[in-house]
């Protein structure tokens, strides 16, 4: 008998539990507890996926975004030919389109990122550009978001991770992503200006 199967044992000794039915049931019970585990685990490795699926990561290989570019892009004649398939719905699919056609800029700008740089970064380099030499901030160190419409300043400088953080919903923005919407510049542009 298995270690797994003496341990077992003991405690439905130790629970006084003798009947073959409801050691059957506890077995099984036992089973489908372990398999619904699993099956959750799945079902939020792939929630996880879909929530990621218009998000482009920074930093990965040239290599990286032309398999995500060439995914992207039969996304997008995906929606374009059930669009034409269904013409009744045909506003329904390119609602689905957009958000993988800014998908297909993003990547397209980390991939002219990587023709003019390489492999080597240059990000980092670029990250550690002065924020503050960027934007002007009132005295507690916010200002106004760039990313959204506001009255009163919602984003706040920190200096020490070089980063500015919008509490209106936008997040966590470096100072490639400042100077790129300052400038409306693509990536390789701004990473070459703060260089």
């Not at 397209?108 to 990587?114: A, I, R, S, T």
């Not at 200002?143 to 991770?161: A, D, P, R, V």
């Amino acid at each position: 008998m298995s270690i797994q199967g003496q341990i077992i044992k003991e405690g439905l000794e130790y629970l006084s539990i003798s009947d073959t039915k409801i050691i059957f049931y506890i077995k099984e019970g036992a089973i489908s507890n372990y398999y619904w585990r699993k099956k959750e685990e799945l079902k939020r490795i792939e929630l996880e996926k879909w929530n990621n699926r218009y998000k482009v990561p920074k930093g990965e290989s040239k290599t990286f975004y032309k398999n995500l570019l060439k995914e992207t892009q039969e996304k997008i004649y995906y929606f374009l030919e059930k669009g034409r398939e269904f013409l009744d719905i045909v506003d329904w699919y390119e609602i689905l389109r957009e958000p993988y056609i800014e998908k297909k800029k993003k990547i397209k700008n980390l991939l002219e990122y990587h023709n003019d740089f390489g492999d080597n970064n240059n990000l980092a380099k670029a990250k550690e550009y002065p924020i503050e030499n960027l934007l002007d901030f009132d005295g507690g160190g916010f200002i106004k978001c760039l990313w959204h419409e506001e009255k009163t300043g919602s984003c706040k400088l920190y200096k020490n991770s070089n980063i500015v953080y919008c509490f209106g919903g936008c997040g966590k923005k470096d100072s490639i992503d400042v100077y790129m919407q300052l400038h409306n510049v693509t990536l390789s542009e701004a990473i070459k200006k703060l260089c």
